[in-house]
Protein backbone atom coordinates (compact mmCIF):
# COMPACT_ATOMS: atom_id res chain seq x y z
CA UNK A 1 0.00 0.00 0.00
CA UNK A 2 1.08 3.73 -0.80
CA UNK A 3 1.56 6.05 2.39
CA UNK A 4 -1.15 7.96 1.45
CA UNK A 5 -3.39 5.27 1.70
CA UNK A 6 -2.34 4.70 5.07
CA UNK A 7 -2.45 7.97 6.46
CA UNK A 8 -5.95 9.32 4.28
CA UNK A 9 -3.58 11.31 2.22
CA UNK A 10 -2.41 13.50 5.51
CA UNK A 11 1.14 15.05 5.02
CA UNK A 12 2.38 16.22 7.93
CA UNK A 13 5.30 18.14 5.61
CA UNK A 14 2.63 19.82 4.00
CA UNK A 15 2.11 22.21 7.81
CA UNK A 16 6.00 22.95 7.71
CA UNK A 17 5.56 23.96 3.89
CA UNK A 18 2.74 26.27 5.34
CA UNK A 19 4.57 27.85 7.79
CA UNK A 20 7.65 28.18 5.67
CA UNK A 21 5.22 29.82 3.23
CA UNK A 22 3.46 32.10 5.97
CA UNK A 23 7.40 33.14 7.27
CA UNK A 24 8.54 33.94 3.50
CA UNK A 25 5.73 35.97 3.25
CA UNK A 26 6.13 38.19 6.19
CA UNK A 27 9.71 38.30 5.43
CA UNK A 28 9.25 39.63 1.97
CA UNK A 29 6.94 42.41 3.22
CA UNK A 30 9.30 43.10 5.94
CA UNK A 31 12.44 44.17 3.80
CA UNK A 32 9.07 45.86 1.42
CA UNK A 33 8.79 48.07 4.53
CA UNK A 34 12.16 48.48 5.41
CA UNK A 35 13.63 49.57 2.08
CA UNK A 36 10.43 51.77 2.08
CA UNK A 37 11.53 53.44 5.21
CA UNK A 38 15.56 53.51 4.58
CA UNK A 39 14.22 55.97 1.71
CA UNK A 40 12.05 57.80 3.49
CA UNK A 41 14.48 60.76 5.35
CA UNK A 42 11.26 61.83 7.42
CA UNK A 43 11.30 58.52 9.23
CA UNK A 44 11.72 58.30 13.22
CA UNK A 45 14.32 56.14 14.71
CA UNK A 46 12.71 56.19 18.10
CA UNK A 47 9.78 55.76 20.33
CA UNK A 48 6.96 59.10 20.38
CA UNK A 49 5.87 59.07 23.59
CA UNK A 50 3.31 61.96 22.61
CA UNK A 51 1.96 59.98 20.08
CA UNK A 52 -0.96 57.33 21.01
CA UNK A 53 -0.31 54.97 18.08
CA UNK A 54 2.76 54.00 19.79
CA UNK A 55 1.07 52.44 22.48
CA UNK A 56 -2.05 51.15 21.05
CA UNK A 57 -0.31 49.34 18.06
CA UNK A 58 2.47 47.68 20.23
CA UNK A 59 -0.84 46.67 22.67
CA UNK A 60 -2.74 45.22 19.95
CA UNK A 61 -0.12 42.99 18.74
CA UNK A 62 1.06 41.91 21.91
CA UNK A 63 -2.88 40.79 22.66
CA UNK A 64 -3.57 39.54 18.96
CA UNK A 65 -0.77 37.43 19.97
CA UNK A 66 -1.53 36.29 23.13
CA UNK A 67 -4.87 35.20 21.73
CA UNK A 68 -3.83 33.24 18.89
CA UNK A 69 -1.53 31.19 21.72
CA UNK A 70 -5.13 30.95 23.77
CA UNK A 71 -7.02 29.62 20.71
CA UNK A 72 -4.08 27.75 19.99
CA UNK A 73 -4.15 25.84 23.71
CA UNK A 74 -8.21 25.86 23.46
CA UNK A 75 -8.17 23.85 20.39
CA UNK A 76 -5.46 21.21 21.88
CA UNK A 77 -7.97 20.67 24.71
CA UNK A 78 -10.71 19.87 22.88
CA UNK A 79 -9.00 17.01 21.42
CA UNK A 80 -10.20 13.78 22.96
CA UNK A 81 -8.52 11.29 24.08
CA UNK A 82 -10.85 8.29 22.28
CA UNK A 83 -10.87 10.29 18.36
CA UNK A 84 -9.31 8.31 15.71
CA UNK A 85 -5.67 9.36 14.68
CA UNK A 86 -6.45 11.59 11.36
CA UNK A 87 -9.65 13.70 13.05
CA UNK A 88 -6.54 14.70 16.21
CA UNK A 89 -4.04 15.44 13.29
CA UNK A 90 -6.63 17.68 11.58
CA UNK A 91 -7.51 19.17 14.87
CA UNK A 92 -3.93 19.66 15.64
CA UNK A 93 -3.24 21.35 12.14
CA UNK A 94 -6.24 23.75 12.08
CA UNK A 95 -4.79 24.55 15.50
CA UNK A 96 -1.60 25.51 14.22
CA UNK A 97 -3.20 27.33 10.91
CA UNK A 98 -5.27 29.30 13.10
CA UNK A 99 -2.53 30.09 15.48
CA UNK A 100 -0.21 31.61 12.67
CA UNK A 101 -3.01 33.22 10.98
CA UNK A 102 -3.27 35.73 14.21
CA UNK A 103 0.24 36.36 14.56
CA UNK A 104 0.79 36.86 11.12
CA UNK A 105 -2.77 39.54 11.21
CA UNK A 106 -0.25 40.71 14.36
CA UNK A 107 2.97 41.24 12.27
CA UNK A 108 1.20 42.82 9.36
CA UNK A 109 -0.33 45.14 11.71
CA UNK A 110 3.06 46.55 13.12
CA UNK A 111 4.88 46.41 9.44
CA UNK A 112 1.72 48.26 7.99
CA UNK A 113 2.08 51.04 10.73
CA UNK A 114 5.58 51.26 10.41
CA UNK A 115 5.14 52.67 6.68
CA UNK A 116 2.28 54.86 7.22
CA UNK A 117 4.23 56.44 10.81
CA UNK A 118 7.15 56.09 9.36
CA UNK A 119 8.88 54.91 12.03
CA UNK A 120 11.97 52.06 12.73
CA UNK A 121 10.14 51.19 16.20
CA UNK A 122 7.27 49.22 14.19
CA UNK A 123 10.07 47.96 12.01
CA UNK A 124 11.55 46.54 15.00
CA UNK A 125 8.37 44.91 16.59
CA UNK A 126 7.84 43.67 13.28
CA UNK A 127 10.44 42.22 13.26
CA UNK A 128 10.90 40.45 16.81
CA UNK A 129 7.14 39.29 15.52
CA UNK A 130 8.76 37.28 12.66
CA UNK A 131 11.29 35.86 15.55
CA UNK A 132 8.42 34.52 17.56
CA UNK A 133 6.56 33.30 14.21
CA UNK A 134 9.75 31.61 13.78
CA UNK A 135 9.57 29.59 17.08
CA UNK A 136 5.74 28.52 16.29
CA UNK A 137 6.98 26.40 13.75
CA UNK A 138 5.66 22.62 14.05
CA UNK A 139 7.77 20.32 15.92
CA UNK A 140 7.40 16.72 16.73
CA UNK A 141 7.08 16.74 20.40
CA UNK A 142 4.16 19.40 19.63
CA UNK A 143 2.79 16.37 17.61
CA UNK A 144 3.20 14.17 20.18
CA UNK A 145 2.00 16.52 23.30
CA UNK A 146 -1.26 17.27 21.16
CA UNK A 147 -1.84 13.48 19.82
CA UNK A 148 -1.93 11.93 23.80
CA UNK A 149 -4.51 14.00 24.94
Given at each position: MEEDDLNGGYDPRQLQLIHLTLLVG????????????KDDPNARHGFDFRSLWFYIIPAAAGLLNYWGGLMFWRRLAQ???????????????????????????STLLLLTFAIFQSSWF?????????????????????FDSGLEG
Open positions: QLVFFILSFYILLDSWEDLQDKLRALTNAHLVRWAIVEVFLLLGMANIVYFFFLRPRLFT
